[in-house]
């Protein structure tokens, strides 16, 4: 049995935390906020009575180390997988055209869906189904310096990138096609589309993430004894002879452990005193992506799904929660300087636009959320840096999306790292 310190309480120190625990080392998480969970967080909004996220995430039916998860720590609200693929995009005026599965004969139900996306000309569906199949055979992403390059070079029409291939890119990368990394958008659209009918299913949840997630991760650790710390910030790690001695926090002096978890963004990793240096520059001062969530509560609900994405707006994402609405800007980072009441009067101006109707819709209160560091970017820079990531140090290992996980920055991602980083000391 292995003594060992998670640093970080964000969704991959905890997966690392449930993962070293179920096999039988004596772990402890430590956590510089108030708070578990990282960047998927819930709070309380006192003005409406609402508990709502900081940001709105959507999953696939391809997140099968997030469910596995969920289930390792008993969550009694896992969600559930749509039966087949169903998602509304809205066009301007609340032109809606929907991508939809109709049966679960895969992969004849996915090509039907396709085919009657009646936003794209036959040509261009024609020309999506050979991009398809090509890619099937031969993947040849690795050629381009960014996703719209490699589409084009593909022959796709700029109707089909924007109506088809940019909402998926920037929803799941988070990243624009212009600087997004066509190898990640490849390994995207293969889960999507090439590895069964499950995979191409999307997957929402009536509860905050703080209840999916958090609640019943907090009550494996009392059920496991798993000592977690929150408020307390690692001011110093220290090395003797290429070994992880001793952490300093605001609180104690920790000697007494095997192998440290480091399990916090590069960000953090940077504003830690340490005698050596464990990460180049340039890993350390990896680009980040911002996703802004405008919440809506309103006393009248208007016509639209549980989810839809926009078309042709700087609006990427609409969720419906009954009489409070969550709008999802992807790659915001033009958004981080502007004031909260000019994004939400922009907001407003789109819905406008894409759905008439919310003209006669009172809004009684709205909330603005900025997420500056929601993900890496997911750029060609970045994904040969992940590739670089490797600890210097024996009895230290990296975890989060940021690391080498062959995802992109998302929850998947997440708690994937921690169980990697977990297996590494199982091994």
Not at 35 to 54: M, P, V
Not at 139 to 146: A, H, P, V
Not at 270 to 298: A, C, G, P, R, Y
Request: with cysteine; glycine share 4%.
């Amino acid at each position: 049995m292995a003594k060992c310190i998670v640093i970080g309480g964000g969704l991959a120190g905890i997966s690392a935390t449930v993962y070293l625990s179920k096999i039988g080392n004596q772990v402890t998480l430590i956590e510089s906020s108030p708070k578990l969970g990282g960047r998927t967080y819930s709070l309380f909004d006192t003005k409406t009575n609402t508990e709502i996220d900081n940001g709105q995430h959507i999953m696939m039916g391809a997140y099968k180390h997030t469910f596995d998860f969920l289930k390792l720590i008993d969550a009694n609200s896992i969600p559930e997988y749509q039966t087949k693929m169903s998602v509304d995009f809205i066009g301007k005026g609340n032109n809606k055209f929907k991508l939809e599965a109709r049966n679960k004969l895969y992969p004849i139900n996915l090509a039907g869906a396709l085919f009657r996306f009646e936003v794209l000309s036959f040509k261009e569906k024609i020309s999506v189904f050979k991009f398809l199949i090509k890619l099937f055979i031969i993947n040849s992403s690795g050629k381009f310096k960014n996703v719209n390059d490699w589409l084009l070079n593909e022959h796709q029409t700029e109707n089909t990138i924007n109506m088809l291939w940019e909402p998926i890119c920037i929803g799941a990368l988070n990243t624009r096609i212009e600087d997004a990394s066509p190898i990640m958008f490849a390994v995207l659209i293969k889960e999507i589309f090439f590895k069964g009918n499950k995979n191409s299913t999307f997957v929402l949840t009536s509860k905050p993430l703080n209840r999916l997630f958090i609640e019943p991760s907090i009550n494996y650790f009392k059920a496991n004894d798993i000592e977690y710390h929150l408020s307390e910030k690692i001011v110093l790690l220290n090395f003797e002879n290429n070994i992880l001695k001793k952490i300093n926090t605001s609180k104690r002096e920790i000697t007494d452990f095997d192998f440290v978890i480091l399990a916090i963004p590069p960000y953090s990793i940077k504003q830690i005193n340490s005698n050596f240096k464990i990460l180049s520059d340039e890993i350390l001062n990896m680009d980040n992506s911002t996703i802004v969530t405008v919440h809506l509560w309103t006393k009248d609900s208007f016509n639209i799904d549980k989810f839809a994405g926009l078309l042709n707006s700087p609006i990427h994402w609409i969720f419906n929660n009954g009489n409070h609405y969550s709008v999802v800007i992807s790659s915001a980072d033009k958004l981080i300087e502007m004031d909260s009441e000019d994004i939400y009067k922009l907001v407003i101006n789109e819905l406008l636009l894409y759905f008439p109707e919310f003209e006669e819709i009172d809004i009684y209160d709205y909330k603005v959320i900025k997420e500056k560091r929601a993900t890496i970017k997911s750029n060609l820079t970045n994904e040969k840096l992940r590739e670089e990531i490797n600890s210097p140090i024996p009895n230290l290992i990296f975890a989060g999306d940021w690391t080498n996980t062959k995802l992109p920055g998302t929850i998947e991602g997440a708690i994937l790292s921690g169980k990697k980083a977990a297996e590494k000391i199982i091994c």
